[in-house]
């Protein structure tokens, strides 16, 4: 005869039979996803006056934007390291 297998719910404890739902979380009421704490009632929190055209002229205005630059010490290192590279290739 095959063994039954089982599973404790890590939610409530609850010995759980594989392929079949939890019997003692099926029994609790379930809470709608957009509802919030009561605690969460009168916190006045700012209305959506969010201006979309001023953040974006915030945010990408066509100011000129800093080139990025590479030092000189990085180039000659670079340039040695490939000098390197080919004579040990060619040796």
Request: aromatic share 14%; charged share 20%; proline share 11%.
């Amino acid at each position: 005869m095959p063994e039954t297998l089982s599973y404790t719910c890590p939610t409530c404890g609850s010995d759980v039979r594989v392929g079949s739902p939890c019997p003692g979380c099926a029994k609790k009421p379930k809470k709608p996803a957009w509802s919030q704490p009561k605690s969460h009632d009168g916190l006045h929190l700012p209305d959506d006056d969010f201006d979309y055209d001023s953040f974006i002229e915030r945010e990408f205005s066509q100011l000129p934007h800093r080139a990025l630059r590479i030092p000189w010490y990085w180039w000659t290192l670079a340039i040695f390291l490939i000098l390197g590279l080919i004579l040990s290739v060619f040796r």
